[in-house]
């Protein structure tokens, strides 16, 4: 009888173990099982980033281009516009008006100054321009003959030394 249970237990031992290949059936149905859950959670997260990254990634860029904006703009406004500093005789004249600096290529060597003329009643003469630095000593200075009408508008150019730095230039004033 002993002998009996022996075989039995050993039959159901024998039975109850599985085999080396249904092991790795096993292990693959496991590892398959991982493997569509991660590939499920992937595809969901890019799924959600299509749909809402499109539009987190179109927000920050619209921010990041309005920044750089506005340091080129602030950067060409600091460097190619100045104040304009009008004497009362020229208010009588014009408008208020600003000035814009264009740097000469290599080959003019002129330095110009633009200036946008309102009239406010007919003018012919002379127009003096100064620039100043920041410490308000004069660095140059242009005269120009205008001729305009009232209520007319037109730009003029103020022509610098080449050695005039305008890129120094804190202000202008005008008579």
């Known amino acids: 009888m002993k002998k009996v249970l022996i075989l ?8 109850s173990c599985q085999s080396k ?3 790795m059936k096993e292990a693959e149905a496991d ?6 859950v991660k590939s499920k959670l992937i595809e969901g997260a890019g799924k959600a980033l299509q749909e809402e990254g499109k539009e987190a990634a179109k ?3 619209k921010g990041i281009g309005d920044v750089i ?4 703009s602030g950067m060409s406004e600091s460097i190619n516009t100045s104040k304009v500093i009008s004497d009362p005789a020229f208010k009588t004249n ?17 330095k110009k100054v633009t200036i946008y003329l309102i009239a406010k009643k007919d003018f012919k003469g002379d127009i003096l ?3 100043f630095d920041a410490d308000k000593k004069e660095i140059g200075r242009s005269k120009l003959e205008v001729s305009i009408k009232k ?7 103020f022509s610098f030394d080449e050695r005039t730095h305008l890129l120094q230039t804190e202000y202008f004033t005008i008579k």
């Open 31 to 36: 590892g398959n099982e991982a493997v569509a």
């Open 94 to 110: 014009f408008e208020e008006c600003k000035a814009e600096k264009i740097y000469a290529s290599d080959s003019d060597k002129q």
């Open 59 to 61: 927000s920050a860029s």
């Open 21 to 23: 290949e249904e092991k």
């Open 8 to 15: 039995f237990s050993a039959l159901a031992i024998l039975v």
């Open 129 to 131: 321009l100064k620039a």
């Open 69 to 72: 904006k506005g340091i080129n």
């Open 151 to 157: 209520d007319d508008a037109k730009y003029v150019d």
